[in-house]
């Protein structure tokens, strides 16, 4: 669906991502607390949009595939679902090290971070068993595994605000909230992600077609 942006998608990205920068290190104020280490916030907060969004078509197509069984949508759900996973990840690595000098330690059994490690092996072996499933000729199990594992990914935006946990609420937290500097640079820089998710996804499509 995002195939009609490829034109403009690039040059998009580039003035998201350059404006996001500058504005990461040089508009945006140093955090009094956490100081300069929490400028990987932003990045941290771009990753869980791209992972977000790539999950979320990954279940769309596995749906579309269970009703239609157009194996394009198959091959659809897979590349979004490699994004994810590879977004994940990195939302794991950023984390841990805002994590380090701000909590103390790596690893802490937070339910928000413990909750995406589970999104992330989840997915992780959705790639795994596409492929096993394939292999055997039945395709659709792996979709109906995706349904089930996309069950995690609003768990983890719950966690933070249920169960009681030291993440930080970015949206709708009570008594807190971020200067206005600090938002307008998030909002910058998810617009910088969203458009390096669509230009990814584009290559990542194209690439298969070779």
Known sequence: MFLMFQKITLPLLVIF?????????????????MG??????????????????????????????????????????????????V??????????????????????????????????????????????????GVPRYSSIFAIIAFIDLPIVYISVRVMRGISPVVFGGKGGGIAPEMMDTLLVTMGAFFFLYIYLINLRVRLDKT
Do not use: C
């Open 17 to 33: 991502m350059t404006a996001s920068l500058y504005m990461i290190f040089q508009y945006a104020p140093k955090e009094k607390i």
């Open 87 to 136: 977004f994940t990840l990195l939302t794991l690595v950023s984390g841990m090290i805002w994590a380090k000098p701000v909590w103390g330690t790596w690893w802490t059994t937070d339910p928000q971070l413990t909750t995406t490690l589970i999104l992330f092996i989840l997915y992780l072996t959705y790639l795994f068993f596409h492929k096993l499933s394939e292999k055997a």
């Open 36 to 85: 300069d280490v929490q400028r990987i916030f932003y990045f941290h907060m771009g990753y869980v949009l791209v992972f977000t969004f790539a999950f979320t078509m990954n279940l769309i197509h596995s749906i579309r595939f269970l009703r239609t069984n157009n194996k394009l949508n198959l091959k659809l759900a897979y590349i979004h679902a490699e994004i994810g996973v």
